[in-house]
């Protein structure tokens, strides 16, 4: 089985984090979060990926390679003008050749996709489209379905009144190759808004597929920081229950005194300082420094940061190389890389500071 990710979005939600460093290969528990994607995949017997960039993210194939140390094969198709989610895919059309599955490489899942594939085929879909409840649909695309799951309609952003189902696109698909001949060559295009709407005004078995399997769509900085709090707590099948306090890597040095209650994780090359204080769930990337008495509570910080004596940084995300300053206080903040906190500061909550701002 074929499957193609899309990592070729601009990624705005995630602004300061990106695009310094692209949203898949942003750090869940210290590792790029595609590995993740690409592992589940394999794990569901697709090693053949495809990964299609609307522009070079260098990091990428520099990371991930030919996909050998993951037991996968990868092939990288990169667009010369974004083509939208489904236009990528008809951008790679020539690798495509029998039943396949496409990902928004921006979404964490338990969802089992050889399921889902076989839901596809003993329906004789056209195109299968996972999907996933949510407490709020509101702000989501619905899909409504028969009972037999054939797609009844599409509901874009649903007033209160017409919501009748909280199940949303999941961003998993299954797609028969004839599909792509509904896709115009060489134009941007959705599938969300264009290609799933045109199938079904054509009448083509367009079929949906629950799974309230673990999901989240890690492309806001409120989802990403959840998204590593959930896998610390043990929520995805794919991280075994952590739940307890989880120290790892070499060359940390922690302070006898220093109190660290999990679940947290502390990469290589860490030291965390007398009185400092750690409440998970948090991550604490590769040479990062803690300073005596500052306070870490619900954070994920990334490598090579410093964090200065007192300093507290509560729900908040610290890019590489950011150094806050003794006494700064940071909350719900989200910091791009080579940020500079001074002394005392105190950035509004919710503040999101672009990459090597000074901050006073
Ligand atoms: P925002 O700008 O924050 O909305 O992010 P996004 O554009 O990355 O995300 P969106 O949810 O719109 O896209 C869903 C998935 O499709 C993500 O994994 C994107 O990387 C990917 N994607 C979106 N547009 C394109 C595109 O034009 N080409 C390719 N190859 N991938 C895309």
Not at 54 to 64: L, P, Q, T
Not at 206 to 219: E, K, L, Q, R, T
Not at 258 to 281: F, H, Q, S, Y
Request: charged share 25%; aromatic share 6%.
């Amino acid at each position: 089985m074929k499957a193609i990710i899309l990592v070729g979005g601009e990624a705005t939600r995630l602004r300061p984090l990106t695009p310094d460093t692209p949203k898949a290969m942003m750090p869940v528990l210290n590792a790029p979060f595609l590995g993740y994607v690409i592992r589940r995949l394999k794990s569901h017997g697709a090693d053949e990926i495809i990964l299609t960039q609307s522009h070079y993210a260098r990091a990428i194939k520099d990371h991930f390679g030919d996909g050998k140390s993951l037991g996968a094969k990868l092939k990288y198709v990169i667009e010369s003008v974004q083509m939208g989610t489904a236009g990528a895919v008809k951008n790679s059309e020539a690798w495509l050749g029998k039943t396949f599955l496409v990902l928004n490489g921006d979404v964490f899942t338990d969802l089992d996709d050889a399921a889902l594939v076989a839901f596809h085929q003993a329906k004789k879909a056209a195109a299968t489209i996972a999907l996933t409840p949510v407490a709020d649909p509101s702000a989501y695309g619905l899909i409504e379905t028969e009972a037999d799951g054939r797609v009844r309609r599409f509901l874009e952003k649903p007033r209160p009144e017409e919501i009748t189902t909280n199940m949303i696109n999941a961003g998993t698909y299954v797609l028969e190759p004839e599909v792509l001949k509904r896709i115009p060559s060489g134009t941007k295009f959705s599938f969300e808004r264009e290609l799933f709407p045109d199938l079904l005004a054509r009448g083509e078995p367009v079929y949906a597929y629950p799974s309230d399997a673990y999901w989240i769509d890690m492309g806001t900085p409120e989802n990403y920081l959840k998204l590593s709090g959930d896998l610390l707590l043990g929520k995805s099948r794919q991280c075994p229950s952590a739940k307890t306090k989880v120290i790892s890597g070499e060359g940390r040095r922690i302070h006898p005194e220093a109190e660290i209650k999990g679940p947290v994780l502390v990469d290589r090359n860490c030291t965390i300082a007398r009185k400092a204080k750690i409440t998970g769930p948090a991550v604490i990337g590769a040479g990062t420094t803690i300073g005596e008495g500052a306070l870490v509570d619900n954070a994920v910080i990334w490598q090579k940061v410093s964090i200065g004596q007192g300093a507290t940084v509560k729900n908040s995300i610290v890019a590489n190389s950011c150094r806050l300053d003794d006494g700064c206080r940071l909350e719900s903040a989200v910091l791009g890389d080579s940020v500079i906190v001074k002394r005392q500061a105190a950035p509004a909550p919710g503040s999101r500071i672009p990459p090597g701002t000074t901050v006073s």
